[in-house]
């Protein structure tokens, strides 16, 4: 982790650098506000180029959790839904136990993904239908997790995914006036926190995007969408 204070100093450096003038009038808020807004474009870029060199795994394994179990919530309709965490961000891989009395317990078997918005759309179909014997279990994702047809003749145990969490903020109240500050979600803050990217590559890159869009607000840049992508696709 690079400590919140060290990328505010980078920060207010870099900037003034660019815009004198802009770099003494910024506040402590709205430089970490600018370093969080960068810190979540470099994370969603990075799990965008998930797989595609070695940097980027490196980028994303602070953020990568494992073995994660689902709460399960019977809703309406006879559907399940396995709710996602608060945290979560993107599935990497999922998976179920699932019960049948007399038949006993299978483990880890893949959960197959439908794309629909609804299973009220598909219920006629048979082929929506999970089966214990084939071990096929079916489900679609919906924004609050996975939700599955309630089986008739067997239970579904446990649902558990390997994820990539967002990010936690970067905030730095110990350089503002009274040592906290209210943020943008008027949550008052008092502990620092850095970014969680462990590399040194990383915490530059969200630095450089961080200044480059507070030039973008005071209209002191051109060409965002080029140099962003300079700065992310090293």
Same mark, same amino acid.
């Given at each position: 982790?690079?400590?919140?204070?060290?990328?505010?100093?980078?920060?207010?450096?870099?900037?003034?650098?660019?815009?004198?003038?802009?770099?003494?009038?910024?506040?402590?808020?709205?430089?970490?506000?600018?370093?969080?807004?960068?810190?979540?474009?470099?994370?969603?870029?990075?799990?965008?180029?998930?797989?595609?060199?070695?940097?980027?795994?490196?980028?994303?394994? !602070?953020?990568?959790?494992?073995?994660?179990?689902? $709460?399960?919530?019977?809703?309406?309709?006879?559907?399940?839904?396995?709710?996602?965490?608060?945290?979560?961000?993107?599935?990497?891989?999922?998976?179920?136990?699932?019960?049948? $009395?007399?038949?006993?317990?299978? $483990?880890?078997? !893949?959960?197959?993904?439908?794309?629909?918005?609804?299973?009220?759309?598909?219920?006629?179909?048979?082929?929506?239908?999970?089966?214990?014997?084939?071990?096929?279990?079916?489900?679609?994702?919906?924004?609050?997790?996975?939700?599955?047809?309630?089986?008739?003749?067997?239970?579904?145990?446990?649902?558990?995914?390997?994820?990539?969490?967002? !990010?936690?903020?970067?905030?730095? !109240?110990?350089?503002?006036?009274?040592?906290?500050?209210?943020?943008?979600?008027?949550?008052?803050?008092?502990?620092?926190?850095?970014? $969680?990217?462990?590399?040194?590559?990383?915490?530059?890159?969200?630095?450089?995007?961080?200044?480059?869009?507070?030039?973008?607000?005071?209209?002191?840049?051109?060409?965002?969408?080029?140099?962003?992508?300079?700065?992310?696709?090293?």
């Amino acid at each position: 982790m690079v400590p919140a204070r060290k990328l505010v100093y980078d920060f207010k450096r870099r900037l003034n650098h660019r815009n004198t003038s802009y770099s003494t009038a910024i506040d402590v808020e709205d430089i970490c506000s600018y370093l969080n807004e960068a810190q979540n474009t470099f994370f969603e870029k990075r799990v965008e180029q998930e797989g595609t060199s070695k940097i980027v795994k490196d980028d994303l394994r !602070p953020f990568e959790i494992n073995d994660s179990v689902l $709460e399960l919530k019977e809703q309406n309709g006879g559907k399940i839904l396995a709710e996602f965490k608060n945290n979560h961000y993107q599935t990497i891989r999922q998976r179920v136990d699932i019960y049948k $009395e007399g038949c006993g317990l299978k $483990e880890g078997l !893949p959960i197959r993904i439908f794309k629909a918005d609804s299973y009220d759309q598909n219920i006629p179909n048979t082929m929506w239908s999970s089966s214990y014997e084939w071990e096929d279990v079916m489900a679609i994702k919906v924004s609050k997790g996975f939700q599955f047809k309630k089986p008739k003749d067997f239970e579904i145990k446990k649902v558990l995914i390997d994820y990539y969490r967002k !990010p936690t903020d970067i905030n730095a !109240p110990s350089l503002s006036s009274r040592s906290a500050y209210i943020d943008s979600y008027g949550n008052e803050i008092s502990e620092d926190s850095g970014t $969680e990217f462990s590399t040194t590559l990383a915490s530059q890159s969200i630095v450089d995007l961080a200044v480059l869009y507070a030039l973008r607000d005071i209209g002191d840049i051109k060409d965002l969408q080029t140099q962003q992508n300079k700065i992310i696709n090293f």
